[in-house]
Nanobody
Framework: VQLQACGGGLAQPGGCMRL?????????????MGWYRQFPGKQRELVAS???????DYADSVKGRFTISRDNAKNTVYLQMNSLKPEDTAVYYC?????????????WGQGTLVTVSS
């Protein structure tokens, strides 16, 4: 499983940015994809996820501002971030996981830094 994230950079408060994450392999369409973020000194937290069927879930802090979507033809998951706030500044990671019995294995893309500042 390989995940390649891109996007990120500097945005102004109130601005927008789109992250994308390309996945290797035909497995993509069958698995949940997610975006996490990590603040300095904190654990990664779930930002948004999308199931294979297209159902989405969001952290309360981003509801109404962020949109996760997936393009199974391109093996790519996106995170559209609107109305950005300085507190959205973090390193963002795309994610997928597998459950093997009771054990969950997480796979991560490389982090991409999003900075929201004027």
């Amino acid at each position: 499983v390989q995940l390649q994230a891109c996007g990120g950079g500097l945005a102004q408060p109130g601005g927008c940015m789109r992250l994308s994450c390309a996945a290797s392999g035909s497995w993509f369409r069958d698995y949940v994809m997610g975006w996490y973020r990590q603040f300095p000194g904190k654990q990664r937290e779930l930002v948004a996820s999308v199931t294979s069927g297209g159902s989405t879930d969001y952290a309360d802090s981003v509801k109404g501002r962020f949109t996760i979507s997936r393009d199974n033809a391109k093996n790519t998951v996106y995170l559209q971030m609107n109305s950005l706030k300085p507190e959205d500044t973090a390193v963002y990671y795309c994610n997928t996981y597998r459950n093997y019995g009771k054990q969950r294995y997480d796979y991560w893309g490389q982090g991409t830094l999003v900075t929201v500042s004027s």
